[in-house]
């Protein structure tokens, strides 16, 4: 198993041992839900939950955080008790994306008036 931060999160790497960083998040959690997926394993599902609800907190690559909600959601089950959090987490991403991006056309069109 991958070595984990006091909180149970994924650690980044050997020399950031108490880090959380997305990058690593986003390239192991959708392999990680395709393993559980293949061997019906709720054990990681609830494992991978974790994980978002960890990821909410300590986030700072957002990008990397909603592909990966993405890339799980599409084969996370849908009775597994996660989905609704980690839904949850997804639609709260794209209202932030969507605010943000609300105002960056309201910027560039005051700039331009």
């Not at 960083?21 to 974790?50: K, M, R, V």
């Not at 994980?51 to 986030?59: I, S």
């Not at 990966?68 to 989905?83: E, I, N, Q, R, Y």
Request: glycine share 6%; hydrophobic share 40%.
């Amino acid at each position: 198993m991958h070595p984990r931060i006091t909180d149970g999160g994924f650690w980044h790497k050997k020399s950031d041992p108490l880090k959380l960083w997305l990058d690593g998040f986003y390239s192991c959690d959708p392999f990680y839900e395709e393993q559980a997926e293949t061997f019906h394993d709720d054990a990681t599902f609830n494992d991978i939950t974790s994980q978002f609800v960890l990821m909410e907190h300590h986030a700072r690559a957002m990008g990397l955080y909603g592909m990966a909600m993405g890339d799980v959601l599409d084969h996370f089950p849908a009775s597994h008790l996660g989905t609704d959090s980690i839904y949850k987490y997804w639609v709260d991403l794209q209202k932030i994306f969507w605010s943000i991006s609300f105002i960056h056309v309201y910027i560039c069109i005051i700039k331009r008036s």
